[in-house]
């Protein structure tokens, strides 16, 4: 699986969209880019995964670029309660290869 | 995404113990993982646990200390043998749903004393 880079920490305001990226140059084309977060060592929720398109749900959403070398998580409104460390992952099969993540820190 | 739950959710114990974690998911999986999160690091995979065959274990764990069964599509355990100080960490199952998701239980905090 491709290794990701994340920037290690990012502080956001409440109820501003928050941008988080990663850059995945390695990345192969059978492989996804999934988001996780982890709020305070609860188990880490599920947030969004994409190929190639740019994906939205109900939490989030996500941009990949053309090349599929980078891409962007946004939290349209960042509450309180998304405080946490949140993680991107090139994944096809199997095992997930969790890194640092980034620690975000939304504030009043 | 699968409802998952952990017993138990924490414990502390004695060094030399053994401890074993259950992992129980609301519908019917393949494939369950095993992780392990210790103080303050990222999560790190121990092993994969398909039903009907062994655990596949990642390179730094073994079948000795991490033993694990498998015994239908919707129930794991993982066992932590001979504990020692260093096995404090959050160990984590997870489950891979229909559209290879990974959804992940709320984890077990123990504690070796």
């Known amino acids: 699986d491709a290794k990701t880079t994340q920037p290690t920490s990012m502080d956001c305001a409440e109820g501003r969209a928050a941008n988080l990226p990663c850059n995945h140059s390695?990345?192969?084309?059978?492989?996804?880019v999934y988001w996780y977060r982890q709020i305070h060592s609860q188990g880490p929720q599920y947030i969004i995964h994409?190929?190639?398109n740019n994906e939205t749900n109900e939490m989030a959403s996500l941009i990949i670029t053309e090349d599929r070398k980078s891409s962007t998580l946004i939290l349209p409104h960042a509450t309180l309660r998304d405080t946490a460390v949140y993680y991107c992952?090139?994944?096809?099969?199997?095992?997930?290869?969790f890194g640092a993540g980034t620690q975000v820190v939304v504030t009043p | 995404s699968a409802v998952i739950s952990q017993k138990p959710s924490r414990d502390i114990c004695q060094r030399g113990t053994s401890l074993t974690i259950q992992c129980q998911v609301d519908?019917?999986?393949?494939?369950m993982f095993w992780y392990r999160q210790q103080p303050g690091q990222s999560l790190t995979l121990i092993a994969t646990?398909?039903?009907?065959?062994?655990?596949?274990?990642e390179s730094g764990f073994v079948i000795d200390k991490f033993p694990i069964s498998r015994p239908n599509l919707t129930f794991s355990t993982l066992t932590v043998s001979n504990m020692s100080p260093e096995d404090s960490s959050i160990y984590l199952c997870?489950?891979?749903?229909?559209?290879?998701?990974?959804?992940f239980g709320p984890g077990t905090r123990l504690t070796v004393l």
């Open positions: 646990a398909n039903q009907g065959s062994e655990a596949t274990y």
């Open positions: 519908s019917q999986v393949t494939m």
């Open positions: 997870s489950v891979q749903g229909g559209t290879d998701t990974q959804y």
């Open positions: 390695t990345i192969s084309g059978n492989e996804y």
């Open positions: 992952i090139a994944f096809s099969w199997g095992k997930l290869q």
């Open positions: 994409g190929l190639k």
